[in-house]
């Protein structure tokens, strides 16, 4: 299994740029899991979907965020415009849902991540 | 509130040098908890799930334990190669798809 992709792995952009992240989950997994990684912070959950549904964006930071899963295989991460407090690591996860005793199971699997780093 | 706590920051040890890793974790009812390996530069590797007090499990030199307050992470014989970011998660109470994850544990194992 190849795992989750993601691109890019670096990007560079002027603040007021826009900036799309995407990625690949792994096949057969229904949940997609967006995060956001920074020294001060660690890793913040941003949004996330089930069977290409958004389920909680709670965590988007403000609207200059969109999220989208048209399919099953893809997801974009959107900033728009981004900012320098934008600057940080993001990855995608996946997972494939089990339940057992009336608990889910099943572990998240993650990206290598994209550094974005916003001048 | 749920609230996981890592300790120590950061460790150092020496090649062969045993030590622990410690993760507490403030949830209503466990429902998993997670350990991870980060290597700089990459994504989370995912380690343990573990479910209930009393459960163990191991791979290579590590061991995950679990009580009703807190699991720990046994590394025995360490090797360089061990070095890396250990975290630890623990499923939302009410959301059982969220995550709740630690700072982590930054481990540096010297030959």
């Known amino acids: 299994d190849a795992g989750v992709i993601q691109s890019p792995r670096h990007e560079v952009t002027e603040m007021g740029q826009e900036v799309t992240l995407r990625c690949k989950p792994i096949?057969?997994?229904?949940?997609l899991f967006w995060y956001r990684q920074t020294m001060m912070r660690g890793l913040e959950l941003l949004i996330y979907f089930n069977n290409n549904v958004p389920i909680d964006d709670s965590g988007m930071p403000e609207d200059r965020f969109s999220a989208k899963m048209p399919n099953a295989s893809f997801s974009t991460l959107k900033i728009q415009p981004s900012e320098p407090r934008d600057s940080a690591v993001y990855f995608c996860a996946s997972r494939f849902s089990q339940w057992s005793s009336g608990t889910v199971r099943g572990e998240q699997y993650f990206g290598p991540g994209t550094r974005l780093t916003v001048t | 509130e749920d609230q996981v706590t890592q300790s120590p920051e950061a460790l150092r040890l020496q090649e062969g040098e045993s030590s622990s890793l410690n993760c507490s974790y403030t949830v209503s009812g466990l429902r998993g908890l997670f350990w991870y390996r980060q290597d700089p530069g990459k994504g989370p590797e995912f380690l343990f799930t573990?479910?209930?007090a009393g459960e163990e499990k191991e791979k290579e030199r590590l061991k995950a334990t679990l009580t009703k307050k807190e699991s720990f992470l046994h590394i025995t014989a360490p090797k360089p190669e061990d070095s890396a970011t250990y975290l630890c998660a623990v499923r939302h109470s009410y959301n059982t798809d969220k995550l709740i994850f630690g700072t982590g544990t930054r481990l540096q194992v010297f030959p």
């Open positions: 573990l479910y209930s």
């Open positions: 096949s057969g997994h229904d949940y």
